[in-house]
């Protein structure tokens, strides 16, 4: 499988998954013009792809979906809540709606969405797997329910969001209501809490680690790297950034050792989904 970041942050978001000539994007949040330049640094074809899944409605998850859709008769997987809340006003045959915790097959991609808390309306997160490799795309978290804990617990490339460094939030700018409304458990993962959370869900086949989803006034990546850098001694530990896409990762290139153990396993997308409340 490849994947990249197109763009991580506060400022929009967009993340690519390839199996073959068939890819999938996780969210559109900037424009279309910088989409088809991303892709094109890193050597995609817009035209591989093959379906869109939008994890919610907010600004910097959908800023580029309808023109993007359009321009190249993609469909876009999204839920009744989140395509309400948009506002997007896509052609009858670009869209597809979904509940939460749906499986999609997207020619050798199955796209399982995993419920989540977030201040959204039915937001979900995704679960990309070809039968053999799981990447899970974690964003826009606001707490750590048992749905998280078991994608954490089943991938071999993991994308969790590290939005925030508490400190820079406490003294910045924000006003009271904006730092409660990321903080209150319907918004961000802070560096500690998603620090925290990978040191006890992950297990020995997570072979990738790409943090994300940074804000632009309350984290830095130097700060990230941080904190991560020293629990990452034994895999590949990447950062995405605001305003370049990461390079083009395949996952071929994990450890001959790891790679073994994972492709003689039956590797399962099963499991049980717990239904936040709203």
């Keep these: 499988m490849r994947y990249c970041a197109l763009a991580s942050g506060s400022n929009g978001n967009c993340y690519y998954i390839a199996e073959g000539n068939n890819a999938v994007l996780v969210d559109i949040?900037?424009?279309?013009?910088?989409?088809?330049?991303?892709m094109a640094n890193v050597g995609i074809d817009p035209a591989s792809v093959k379906a869109i899944f939008i994890t919610h409605e907010h600004t910097d998850h959908i800023r580029g979906v309808s023109v993007?859709?359009?321009?190249?008769?993609?469909?876009?997987?999204?839920?009744?809540?989140?395509?309400?809340?948009?506002?997007?006003?896509?052609?009858?045959?670009l869209i597809r709606i979904i509940r939460r915790d749906d499986e999609i097959v997207v020619g050798g991609l199955t796209i399982r969405g995993i419920p989540k808390y977030h201040d959204a309306q039915e937001p979900c997160s995704f679960l990309v797997s070809n039968g053999d490799i799981n990447i899970g795309v974690l964003t826009d978290i606001g707490r750590i329910c048992d749905n998280i804990k078991q994608v954490i617990q089943k991938v071999d490339v993991l994308l969790l969001e590290t939005n925030?460094?508490?400190?820079?939030?406490?003294?910045g700018s924000y006003p009271f209501f904006l730092k409660n409304r990321i903080r209150n458990g319907l918004g961000h993962l802070s560096n500690r809490m998603a620090l925290e959370t990978f040191l006890e869900y992950r297990t020995s086949r997570l072979q990738h680690l790409i943090l994300g989803h940074l804000s632009g006034q309350n984290n830095t990546v130097e700060l990230v790297q941080q904190a991560f850098s020293l629990y990452c001694k034994d895999i590949r530990l990447s950062i995405a950034t605001r305003c370049q896409e990461t390079e083009l990762f395949d996952s071929q290139f994990f450890s001959s050792k790891s790679t073994k153990e994972i492709f003689v396993r039956q590797l399962s997308c099963q499991g049980t989904i717990v239904f936040p409340e709203s």
């Design 68 to 93: 993007f859709s359009k321009r190249y008769q993609i469909p876009v997987y999204m839920t009744a809540g989140s395509y309400r809340g948009s506002r997007l006003k896509l052609p009858e045959n």
């Design 29 to 38: 949040g900037i424009n279309t013009k910088h989409v088809e330049q991303r």
């Design 164 to 171: 925030y460094d508490e400190e820079l939030l406490d003294r």
